[in-house]
């Protein structure tokens, strides 16, 4: 069946140092995978995202690994700020299912002054 | 650009009583999803609309749950009678394609009592 799951509930970091978020994902037919943000009380807001076909992808502080050898996604953040603390939800996009998002359980990430 | 728009943002209600949620996409978008996120779990797809047309409501939880969009435009979620394990989150996202990134809304926080 379809599941995306992350490892780690919770990750608290240090202001300034990178933070590495983890997901695992079971179903290898996704098109693209994707991350985002969720602060509190807002809405989930995309980050980055990284076609199925792709080891690697960079954008603002954030990369992107995606291992399809063993299934696993994941999201660093480089000199990590007080702003990035927020929850971080990895989800596959299906295309051929009308792009639903198929999400994981979600990291909070703390970032420590 | 006004992004997509929830109301509203909290609903307390009985168990028994009825709750319409009320999503407002970006202007242009065809693609109108609504999503939940019960406390705790992930974040889990409801339906999907393109316009006016119901594409993919496998994510409904039950026949309690009904969603429209007459017009092709707004998105109502009404949820009759609620009962207590319908608190959670509604998220309402929107994209101008399927191929394309979805927006999200800021939520509505549905409390059943």
């Known amino acids: 069946g379809e599941s995306v799951g992350l490892h780690l509930p919770t990750l608290s970091v240090q202001e300034g140092d990178n933070s590495i978020i983890n997901c695992a994902y079971s179903?290898?037919?996704?098109?693209?995978f994707i991350w985002y943000k969720q602060e509190s009380g807002k809405g989930p807001q995309f980050i980055i995202d990284?076609?199925?076909?792709?080891d690697k992808r960079q954008g603002q502080r954030v990369t992107v690994l995606l291992n399809k050898t063993v299934k696993h996604l994941s999201l660093q953040i480089a000199a990590t700020q007080p702003g990035d603390s927020a929850v971080y939800f990895c989800?596959?996009?299906?295309?051929?299912?009308?792009?639903?998002?198929?999400f994981g359980q979600g990291t909070e990430l703390s970032v420590k002054p | 650009e006004a992004g997509v728009t929830q109301f509203p943002s909290h609903s307390v209600i009985e168990k028994g009583q009825t709750v319409t949620l009320r999503c407002d996409p970006i202007?242009?978008?065809?693609?109108l999803y609504w999503y939940r996120r019960v406390m705790g779990k992930e974040i889990k797809f409801l339906l999907h609309?393109?316009?006016?047309?119901?594409?993919?409501e496998s994510g409904m939880p039950n026949n309690r749950f009904l969603a429209e969009r007459t017009g092709g435009t707004y998105s109502t979620l009404k949820v009759q009678p609620a009962e207590l394990e319908d608190s959670g989150v509604y998220f309402c996202?929107?994209?101008?394609?399927?191929?394309?990134?979805?927006?999200f809304g800021p939520g509505t926080r549905l409390l059943v009592l």
């Open positions: 179903n290898s037919a996704s098109d693209y």
């Open positions: 996202a929107s994209s101008q394609y399927v191929r394309e990134t979805q927006y």
């Open positions: 202007s242009g978008h065809d693609n």
């Open positions: 989800a596959e996009i299906f295309f051929n299912q009308g792009g639903k998002l198929i």
């Open positions: 990284i076609r199925s076909n792709m």
């Open positions: 609309f393109v316009k006016e047309s119901k594409q993919d």
